[in-house]
């Protein structure tokens, strides 16, 4: 960038040596008597030379080189032909015009290479940081809002403030160039023309403290649109169920129609920069080639044409660095909005271990809750002081009625969520003093809602478990009962099962979402409702599976089908927050409890089944 701003300015300065020493040089020296420009040069050289190396010290040696150089070039400018001088001139104007491209193209590629890496740092931290927010974050900033920052946000950012930087670099380094080529050739001049700066940089100012305002209202906007489509798309099949198609696509249009609105005045007031600055700029021309030209013209004048022209082209040139530095302000303020959507998201409070936080490579003895409390809002607990344990090695069924807090309760395990008050221990340690990813590879969760990638079935069943051997992934679909459908399909474990595994049944998402689990080989089964998708048939192969692959893990299973719970090694009734009755099933059912009369209203016609 300066190397290309001091080649500009270079380049308007060879414009003084071609008026005064070439065109109004009266008298040309006869060719027979002139210097020649190349021999002048070559005696520069030799001089320059010479006073470097006589001088003693160092900044002696640069002032004798300097004025022995300077005398060279007086000599070029009185014996040489003019007609000489402006060839050379026209040679080193070339010379000049050519390095000065190649370091603008220089420029550009280095600043496209800062600009896209810049973004692509950005957009990778902000997915790392999503990743671990927790879920209280995730559920207060719904997909599409995160998505839409990850992607229109950052791409602003990139254009209206990384790119804006360097444009404004680069245009600020030009227009000191021209300033210093314009102090130098009439400070007079000078002085006169910079009045009229006052008020263009007043106005710039209102207008991009607008701009600002407008280009964060247009980014909430888009933020909706982008939420709208992800939402609506996520619950296709509800949508056509209901049949709610017009009804969303009028929703969607509200919110298009809020963001075009938006950008018509952010672009509005985005389009008034440039013809407000070029007004101005021809303004301080028109106000300089007026009152200079009557300087130039006077007989006593202060200054030469050569100077005059210089002076008028240094300005000129400087004033569209100028325009741009000024469309720059209102660019960046758009920047500055998307930059506080981003800083938002990323100052947000991220999952991490506390200081000294503990490894844990397994269960030895037991899981206990003493006392827990959990609430999402304060003051209205969602759990309310649950306490048990679970040995190793056992099975614990939860049951209650809907609401009731069973599926938050397991949520607690792998930390998910932490206890607003109390302690979840596992073998006497809190769990969190433990290292949080060591905990959560100890656990495999199959929930109730099966989610699963746009992927291969192969890369599925495998998923978090590195380079994770074919063969153990068959095992585990046919422990998960799910080998002979997947065998079946076109490609087999190579199959490509669509967005959310929209290509699969619901039981045979539940089935691969099963072998997944089991093939991490977890200390600790987390099942929420894992079996409810499943017909009577594949149930009870699938049940047959989990009762084996139970043996030695501790399970925590939430289930209303009976099979599952009359087999626990307890059973926990989960009502309104609270632990109501705990027992086994047997135990419960003596008794005139809530599960018996769940179990009267639930599990009998299974149970004669």
């Known amino acids: 960038m300066i190397l290309h701003a001091l080649l500009s300015g270079f380049s308007i300065g060879l414009i003084l040596p071609i008026i005064d020493k070439v065109f109004l040089n009266a008298d040309p020296s006869p060719p027979e008597q002139a210097l020649p420009v190349s021999q002048g040069l070559r005696d520069l050289w030799a001089s320059a030379g010479a006073a470097w190396g006589t001088a003693p010290g160092l900044t002696d040696k640069v002032a ?50 800062v600009e896209q890496g810049a973004a692509e740092a950005l957009r990778n931290d902000l997915f790392r940081r999503i990743t671990r927010f927790p879920l209280s974050t995730h559920y207060r900033y719904p997909s599409g809002q995160l998505v839409s920052r990850l992607t229109n946000d950052v791409e602003l950012v990139k254009q209206f403030t990384i790119n804006t930087a360097a444009t404004f670099l680069h245009n600020l380094i030009q227009a000191a160039v021209f300033l210093a080529i314009t102090l130098w050739a009439s400070l007079q001049l000078a002085m006169v023309s910079f009045l009229i700066v006052p008020p263009l940089v007043l106005v710039t100012g209102k207008l991009a403290s607008k701009l600002k305002r407008h280009s964060a209202r247009a980014q909430a906007r888009i933020a909706e649109v982008t939420s709208t489509v992800s939402e609506t798309l996520s619950n296709i099949r509800v949508v056509k169920a209901f049949g709610t198609e017009d009804a969303e696509g009028e929703r969607f249009a509200r919110h298009t129609r809020s963001y075009k609105r938006s950008v018509i005045r952010l672009l509005g007031l985005d389009s008034l920069a440039a013809p407000f600055s070029e007004f101005w700029g021809v303004a301080i021309g028109v106000g300089v080639l007026f009152y200079g030209g009557h300087l130039v013209l006077r007989p006593d004048s202060p200054i030469t044409p050569g100077r ?117 221990t596992l073998d006497g340690i809190d769990l969190r003093d433990l290292r949080r ?81 089991l093939l991490r080989d977890p200390t600790i089964l987390i099942l929420d409702e894992a079996t409810s998708s499943l017909d ?74």
């Open 437 to 517: 990813d060591d905990l959560r590879r100890l656990i495999g969760i199959v929930t109730q809602e099966t989610i699963l990638f746009n992927d291969t079935v192969l890369s599925n069943i495998g998923y978090g478990v590195e380079n994770a051997p074919e063969e153990r992934i068959v095992e585990a679909a046919r422990a998960a009962n799910a080998h002979d459908f997947i065998s079946a399909m076109p490609e087999g474990y190579r199959t490509v099962i669509g967005e959310r595994g929209l290509r699969l049944s619901g039981g045979q998402r539940q089935r691969i979402a099963i072998a997944r689990a």
């Open 64 to 113: 004798a080189a300097k004025d022995a150089a300077l005398a060279g070039l007086t000599r070029i400018q009185h014996q040489a032909a003019p007609l000489d001088i402006l060839a050379w001139l026209c040679i080193v104007t070339l010379v000049a015009i050519l390095l000065k491209n190649a370091a603008e193209f220089g420029r550009k590629i280095a600043f496209i290479r």
């Open 536 to 609: 009577t048939e594949s149930e009870v192969a699938v049940q047959q599976a989990l009762d084996r692959l139970l043996r030695n893990r501790t399970t925590f299973v939430i289930a209303h089908r009976l099979s599952t719970v009359m087999g626990a090694d307890q059973i926990l009734v989960v009502d309104a927050g609270r632990l109501v009755e705990q027992g086994r099933h047997g135990e419960l059912l003596a008794r005139p409890t809530l599960y018996r009369r769940l179990y009267e209203l639930q599990f009998r016609d299974e149970e004669a089944s």
């Open 308 to 424: 005059f022209f210089v002076f008028f082209l240094a300005l000129i040139s400087m004033l569209h660095p100028l325009k741009i530095l000024s469309g720059v302000v209102t660019r960046f303020q758009r920047g500055v909005a998307a930059s506080d959507r981003l800083f938002e998201i990323l100052a947000l409070p991220v999952e991490e271990d506390r200081p000294g936080a503990r490894p844990v490579h397994g269960l030895e003895h037991e899981l206990r809750f003493d006392d827990v409390t959990f609430s999402y809002d304060p003051g209205r607990p969602v759990l309310e002081n649950i306490a048990f344990r679970a040995r190793a090695g056992s099975t614990t069924a939860l049951v209650g009625p809907s609401g009731g807090g069973k599926s938050t309760l397991v949520d607690l395990i792998p930390r998910f969520r932490d206890p607003v008050s109390g302690a979840i």
